[in-house]
């Protein structure tokens, strides 16, 4: 920190009795109250030096005398405390005074106040209002910890520090000290988070021959600003071109400190969604979750909360489960918000599609290229892929929801693309979980509902399961034994085929095919030589895939159909 000091003479003001005076041989002639403080001064050195007190002076000596009694100039309206004023009047005796970032803001606007410029006494030394002046341009600016001190202290006196420029040079000094400090230092530990040691070395050679300082990260330390700076400084970082992910990484600080606090938690909400960066993962989608968590609670404008779903649903492929399960406060009943999660997804694949059709203009070069990066990567499974998994498991959990309407569940399952659910074996659980749940929907939601599962995506396993699944429509389970009587069929017929056998079949369907161009509810075979299946539309696929036994299977289904006749 930097310091100044002026002056020469020793302090000899004290106290008596709550009143404050100065030793000397000559008797007072001033008595000003700042305050509940009074002071008893002289003339000669305080009206030399302050203006206003000249003119207060010369307006007291022109009325009339009422009583031989020294009369009192009462600094009704004097900006900040009796410690300013006293640094004042000490500057005028000439009494040696210490300046630094935590009092020269006050300093300057009582100097300011009294009337402490050069007007007083052209040509003479400069007076308190220039020195400070200097010290402020040249020692306090051009230390980026002096100047977020002085920053703070603007508290105090907002209207003086706006009208004097102090506040804005302030939050300049500040923004040009972030865009100028090394950031390097920090760029690799954005993905696993903030350290609260962290400190970072700056460096200062201004006209005050100051040493280099040590500090928490810039980040950490605007966390103690009030909210109208906070949003000022933040504004004007970004401004400087800051990397988006420092930004992101300093709100993240902020919000995690000031949004506990329930009574301001709406007001800094909608100020950190306002200041968050644009870039894709600049913020961290968890920290975006968690916001949206937050804003389902407060009073916070709709627009706000389409904002962040927008930034979450960028990046959606990095959120989990939990932080997804967003809770709901309205009329609905429902516990969590599962519209915003289908609005995420949306997003997530708007913005994934143009950039397979490489059409987003609006995005940056590095933006496009690590998307496609992630989508081609061969060590983790496609982005599309994750995001199906990803909204099959949330569904698992929200279906246990007694207020979840069969049109929610729907809307947000049809919202991923069928090519990306490689398996529809957890969208079965949570369809399934569904049913045991909201056991009383009618028969009608019931065929919505599992009309989205695909019987042909399902695994052995899920589909003995389903087919003994007494909440499932008749239509589902009959799908799904034509599916495994299908594989089964397919599996025997390929071990068994002879080439001879090849031959003949294959000529058989060359005959059939004309006849049966127009049935395209089944799909089509075509045996290669080899032995193997080139699917076309045909009817044939369904004689290949029939058991050599039909009677059994259809014994079977007749049977079911029985059972479960009272469901249908």
Partial sequence: MK??????????FYTVEAV??????LQNDLIIQVKSTKYLLHKFPMLSKCLRLKNLVSSQSQEPETSQDQKVIQLLDFPGETEAFELCAKFCYGITITLSAHNVVSVRCAAEYLGMTEEVEPGETENLVQRLEHFLTSCVFKSWRDSFIALQTTKAL??????????SRCIEAIANGVNASPNDDFSNQMETGLSRNRSRRRRDESLCNGKAENSRWWGEDLADLDLD??????????NKNVSPRLIGNALRIYASKWLPNIEECSPVLESVISLLPTERSAVPCSFLLQLLKTVNVMNVSPTSKMELAVKAGNQLDKATVSELLIPLSDKSGMLYDV??????VKQFLSQIRPIRAQHRRSRSEEEIQEIRESLSSSSSPPLLVKVAKLVDSYLQEVARDVNLTVSNFVELAESIPDVSRISHDDLYKAIDIYLQVHQKIDKTERKRLCRILDCKKLSVEASKSAAQNQLLPLRVI????????????IATTTNNITKNETTVLRRSFTTRREEEEEDDGVERVEIKPNGGFH?????????CTMPRQPKKMFCKLLSISRSLSQRI
């Fill in 229 to 238: 700076l906070y949003k000022r400084t933040m504004m004007a970082i970004t």
């Fill in 478 to 489: 009959v799908q799904i034994l034509f599916v495994e009587q299908a594989r089964a069929a």
């Fill in 158 to 167: 907002p209207s003086w520090s706006e009208d004097l420029g102090i506040t």
């Fill in 20 to 25: 404050r005076s100065v030793s000397s041989d």
């Fill in 3 to 12: 310091f100044m000091e002026l002056g020469f003479r020793p302090d000899t």
């Fill in 339 to 344: 519209d915003v999660v289908t609005m995420m």
């Fill in 535 to 543: 699917s076309t539309p045909s009817r044939f696929m369904a004689l």
